[in-house]
């Protein structure tokens, strides 16, 4: 295998516009295509203000450059609030991106569920699955092709540990588990440093929603700081902070039947996309491990 059909299979890019870019949104996908990355997650989290001609456009940008879209949701999006018309609003926001992202051709919406608030963690839970249910039927009908992507959060006042995004993509029709391994680290106390942490997270999606879930894998990869209460901040390639990518990209080199996109969120956003990539690489080439730790 040639390294070209290999990042056909594994996908990185950043989180909206590379740093690196000024300039209009429809360009991005060109100017990734210049530095050897071929996925980018458009940024709609404020508010939802991509028009159907710009959509439509970018997807044409996209197609040519062969990028592969998703698009993140508004971070105003909470199906568990106490507040009645803020649930309302989060369903109408959701439906609007899951449009947006059906005229981009973009593969999956990801969105953070909610908070807890003074909920219990159950009741929270069930009520997200209960709006996204609801969510699932109606882009159904509409015709709408994105999957919905509730990401794993990294703040423990967010719904969103990894059981349960797990339990959402059981319940919800169209539905795949967004894995921001950050935020996995981060709220979990910093478990994923080994190929044996990687290892059991993917067997448990394997084994709870079946390989199909895992094959089709849309995470996001970034360097992290934490508290006890999880996620502080985001940080770079090279400081020696978690997650660990190697042994991931191990596993992604070895298992290929997976396919993966990654989409980075550091500070330095596509830096960081291309030195996982460059990870990859050596990796595959062979170069030694205890060379590569430096990237980390
Ligand atoms: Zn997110």
């Given at each position: 295998m040639r390294v070209s059909d290999l990042f056909k299979r594994i996908r990185l890019g950043p989180?909206?516009?590379?740093?690196g870019f000024t300039g209009d949104l429809l360009k991005v996908p060109e100017f990734l295509r210049g530095i050897h990355l071929n996925a980018l997650e458009v940024q709609?989290?404020?508010?939802?203000?991509?028009t159907k001609d710009r959509a439509e456009a970018l997807r044409e940008e996209a197609e040519k450059n062969g990028v592969k879209l998703s698009l993140h949701a508004p971070?105003?999006?909470?199906?568990?609030?106490?507040n009645e018309a803020v649930i309302e609003a989060s369903k109408e926001r959701l439906l609007k991106a899951l449009e947006v992202a059906h005229w981009m051709g973009a593969k999956v919406v990801v969105f953070h569920p909610g908070y807890y608030g003074k909920r219990e963690p159950r009741e929270a839970l069930e009520l997200i699955i209960e709006s996204l249910k609801e969510i699932a039927r109606l882009a159904k009908k509409k015709g709408f092709s994105p999957l919905i992507g509730p990401e794993t959060m990294?703040?423990?006042?967010?719904?969103?540990?990894l059981d349960e995004i797990i339990e959402i993509v059981k319940e919800v029709p169209h539905s795949i588990p967004v894995l921001d391994f950050a935020h996995i680290h981060a709220r979990e106390g910093?478990?994923?440093?080994?190929r044996k942490d990687y290892e059991n997270l993917f067997e448990k999606i394997e084994s709870e929603l079946g390989s199909k879930k895992l094959k089709e894998l849309h995470s996001h990869f970034t360097k992290v700081e934490y508290t006890e209460k999880g996620e502080r901040r985001h940080r770079v390639f090279?400081?020696?902070?978690?997650?660990?990518f190697i042994p991931l990209a191990e596993i992604l080199l070895e298992w290929n039947d997976i396919k993966a996109t990654i989409i980075s969120e550091s500070p330095v956003l596509e830096q960081d996309a291309i030195k996982m990539r460059d990870i990859l690489i050596k990796l595959f080439r062979g170069v030694n491990k205890k060379e590569l730790e430096k990237y980390e």
């Open positions: 989180a909206g516009k590379p740093i709609q989290v404020r508010r939802i203000n991509i971070y105003a999006i909470n199906f568990s609030s106490e990294g703040k423990k006042s967010q719904v969103g540990s910093g478990i994923l440093n080994t090279g400081e020696g902070v978690g997650p660990k």
